[in-house]
């Protein structure tokens, strides 16, 4: 359990403990359903997100075909998307960013596939979803330069002081874009 992500060692042992002690009620139940899911659970062929069939139920809806192709790092950005309930296109999860300290070039992620998908189906515009770090940046700098002649417009999320934010709390870079990506009042 200390493996998982956000747990440490202490709440590990909690979590475990307060599992032993609800065996029947939350030990059992939440075993099945695990196996359940390690069986059934798979990559959607198309666009990376999870599912249990080889084309998740975004990339087989009718209603998404709009033209918009939201590109994001990994499934839980995808979910973090469609939580917010706004975007009614289809996404490409990469899978990781560029990393040339970590040796993840664009064949390491699903980069190939992308150019694939923008020639193959009718994309009118990719959205470039990914996070404000070296990372994510190098990577949006490289798929639109990919896609640079296709005819796709490729554009980005805005960037800047969130909602609620105070200029105060805000770190250097962020004050950077946002001013930098102003609009008229």
């Given at each position: ?12 042992r ?23 899911v390690?069986?059934s ?6 666009c990376?997100?999870?599912?249990t ?13 709009n ?25 490409h ?11 993840v ?14 020639a ?24 639109a ?27 250097d ?10 609009k008229?009042?």
């Amino acid at each position: 359990m200390a493996r998982l992500p956000g747990l440490g060692p202490r709440s590990a042992r909690r979590a475990v403990l307060h599992l032993i002690k609800k065996r029947g009620a939350l030990m059992r139940p939440l075993a099945e359903a695990m196996a359940g899911v390690a069986t059934s659970a798979r990559e959607c062929l198309n666009c990376g997100n999870i599912g249990t069939s080889d084309l998740c139920g975004i990339c087989t809806s009718a209603k998404r075909q709009n033209g918009q192709l939201c590109v994001v790092e990994d499934v839980a950005d995808l979910w973090a998307m469609e939580r917010g309930q706004v975007f009614s296109g289809r996404y490409h999860v990469l899978g990781g960013t560029l990393s040339a300290l970590d040796a993840v070039g664009p064949e390491e992620l699903r980069i190939p596939k992308l150019r694939e998908r923008v020639a193959r189906e009718d994309i009118t515009e990719v959205i470039l979803a990914l996070n404000a770090t070296v990372d994510g940046q190098t990577t949006a700098h490289y798929i639109a330069e990919e896609l640079e002649g296709t005819g796709v417009e490729v554009t980005s999320l805005a960037q800047g002081v969130p909602i609620g934010g105070e200029l105060d709390y805000l770190d250097d870079g962020t004050i950077s874009a946002a001013l930098k990506a102003r609009k008229t009042f």
